[in-house]
């Protein structure tokens, strides 16, 4: 398993990036996601980016860590409690602290073209 505390200032979908590259992860997969951000640009199921002025806390992540790829989806409140959610996107900057549990399973996950979709979906290989 993997614990890593993000910082203010640093982004999301980056960070989860460079835990994956630097540890050398063949997959992952969030068991846990907290903290907030000052806004968060998310993809909504339509495909269209939205962004959410905060601060935010965030109050639910899922998601799966591929060699060439970071799927998560996001779900944040702003001070009004008014939650909003999608797909997580860069540009989503740390506001106090965001702490990050990861699981690491014995397979490789990668993200591969799917014509049927149009998206890069998920294939899992023995290690």
Request: charged share 25%; net charge neutral; proline share 5%.
């Amino acid at each position: 398993m993997i614990v890593k505390r993000l910082v203010p200032g640093q982004d999301l979908k980056k960070s989860l990036e460079e835990i994956r590259d630097n540890k050398g992860l063949k997959s992952g997969v969030i068991l846990c996601l907290v903290g907030s951000l000052d806004e968060a640009v998310l993809r909504m199921a339509d495909g269209n980016k939205k962004t959410i002025n905060g601060p935010l806390e965030i109050v639910s992540a899922t998601g799966t860590i591929a060699t060439n790829g970071v799927h998560l989806h996001l779900a944040v409140a702003d001070s009004q409690g008014n939650v909003r959610g999608g797909h997580l996107m860069r540009g989503c900057p740390v506001h106090t602290t965001v702490e990050i549990c990861i699981s690491c399973p014995d397979m490789v996950f990668k993200r591969v073209n799917d014509p049927e979709t149009g998206y890069r979906e998920l294939e899992i290989f023995p290690q």
